[in-house]
């Protein structure tokens, strides 16, 4: 394995992909809080029987599942002052995050099948959502006691 290009040699041995899904407006699906609670439920059968596979092959690190942007804060600051916090939901977003899912995989090529299959989850009638899914490669990390 490599390390990316500006990465001290000792981070080689880290190559591990985030899949990033987003709630995203797509052509033909309403969105989730539309759809019948059986839909809903085959989606997350879906999810959750790729994450049992992912986690029994040693390939999944974590999965994070996000609640709604409505929830959500959005916080600014300048330095001076007193920081400022925004409410959502923030309708002038298309694509917010909904979850990720950290994978340890031998390659960009795995990540991206996996992400393949993340987006095929079903919808409205059993159909493929073809949700957008974004593949990241994590660069590396590190601990509090590292820095």
Not at 51 to 59: H, P, Q, R, V
Not at 90 to 116: P, T, Y
């Amino acid at each position: 394995m490599r390390a990316p290009i500006g990465v001290p040699n000792e981070w080689e041995f880290y190559v591990k992909f985030l899949l990033l899904t987003k709630y995203a407006e797509i052509e033909g699906i309403p969105a989730p809080t539309e759809w019948e609670p059986a839909e809903i439920t085959a989606h997350m059968d879906h999810l959750n029987a790729l994450n049992k596979d992912l986690a029994a092959s040693g390939e999944l690190v974590e999965v994070v599942i996000l609640r709604g942007p409505d929830l959500a804060t959005i916080v600014t600051f300048d330095g001076i002052g007193a920081p400022v916090c925004t409410d959502g939901p923030f309708a002038e977003s298309k694509e917010l995050l909904a979850g990720i899912q950290m994978i340890d995989v031998e390659s960009r090529a795995r990540a991206v099948e996996i992400a393949a299959k993340v987006s095929a989850a079903p919808g409205p009638g059993g159909r493929p959502i073809a949700q957008p899914i974004e593949v990241r490669e994590l660069m590396g990390r590190s601990s509090p006691a590292d820095l």
